[in-house]
């Protein structure tokens, strides 16, 4: 089972990029999808998550990121808009049986697999 996410990039203060997050291995319909993010020194958090229950984004990215999935593809998506240099960081794909709704979507533990990351950088 594999996670690959891709997209990242070196962009500018108010430009966008579209991170992608391709699973293999199995099928994760019926799991949560993630993105939760690592600046330099810092732990992982929460970015936003889609499961049955719906999406959900930290407070910082709401209105600014969507996350959505193509389920034929197995694939799921970070459109990120009007970025900002404290978007800065590597960006983790990851999938979460146990992760049905709000709180557990939210929590690094509630996810079984993860992506290497991809990084993103955006200058001021």
């Known amino acids: 089972v594999q996670l690959q996410a891709s997209g990242g990039g070196l962009v500018q203060a108010g430009d966008s990029l579209r991170l992608s997050c391709a699973a293999s291995g199995r099928t994760f319909s019926t799991y949560a999808r993630g993105w939760f993010r690592q600046a330099p020194g810092k732990e992982r958090k929460f970015v936003a998550a889609i499961s049955r229950s719906g999406t959900y984004y930290t407070d910082s990215v709401k209105g600014r990121f969507t996350i959505s999935r193509d389920s034929a593809k197995n694939t799921v998506y970070l459109q990120m808009n009007s970025l900002k240099a404290e978007d800065t960081a590597i960006y983790y794909c990851?999938?979460?049986?146990?992760?049905?709704?709000?709180?557990?979507?939210?929590?690094?533990?509630?996810?079984?697999?993860w992506g290497p990351g991809t990084l993103v950088t955006v200058s001021s």
């Open positions: 990851a999938a979460g049986a146990r992760a049905t709704g709000y709180p557990s979507v939210i929590q690094v533990h509630q996810y079984d697999y």
